[in-house]
């Protein structure tokens, strides 16, 4: 079982950044994805960013791209979300989630099996 636990978020304004820490313990495969995923009230949750842990890869989502860098520590298993330049259009609640068995990371989130329990962002214009 895998738990995740995530901090971070907060209040900023448009334009300012942000980094979101996610913590994760318990056993998973050694091939597996990390992907962040943000909600807002009313709104279908959307993946933000993935990773596969192994190789590298990322994906982003086009609202993101040149604004956000996923990564992770695995020494420390850790994963972080830095988010720069952000807009209103950011806000939410934002969640990280583990994909076992994975070689490419996508952002389906059907796909994630763990979750975190959310962390809330907010960006005021």
């Known amino acids: 079982q895998v738990q995740l636990v995530e901090s971070g978020g907060g209040s900023v304004q448009r334009g300012g950044s942000l980094r979101l820490s996610c913590a994760r313990s318990?056993?998973?495969?050694?091939?597996?994805?990390m992907g962040w995923f943000r909600q807002v009230p009313g709104k279908a949750r959307e993946g933000v960013a993935g990773i596969q842990t192994s190789s590298g890869t990322t994906v982003y989502a086009d609202s993101v791209k040149g604004r956000f860098t996923i990564s992770h520590d695995d020494v420390e298993y850790m994963f972080f979300l830095q988010m720069n330049s952000l807009e209103p259009e950011d806000t939410g609640m934002y969640y990280c989630?583990?994909?076992?068995?994975?070689?490419?990371?996508?952002?389906?989130?059907?796909?994630?099996?763990?979750w975190s329990q959310g962390t809330q962002v907010t960006v005021s214009s």
């Open positions: 318990g056993h998973t495969t050694r091939d597996y994805c």
């Open positions: 989630a583990v994909r076992s068995l994975c070689r490419d990371p996508d952002l389906w989130k059907y796909a994630y099996n763990y």
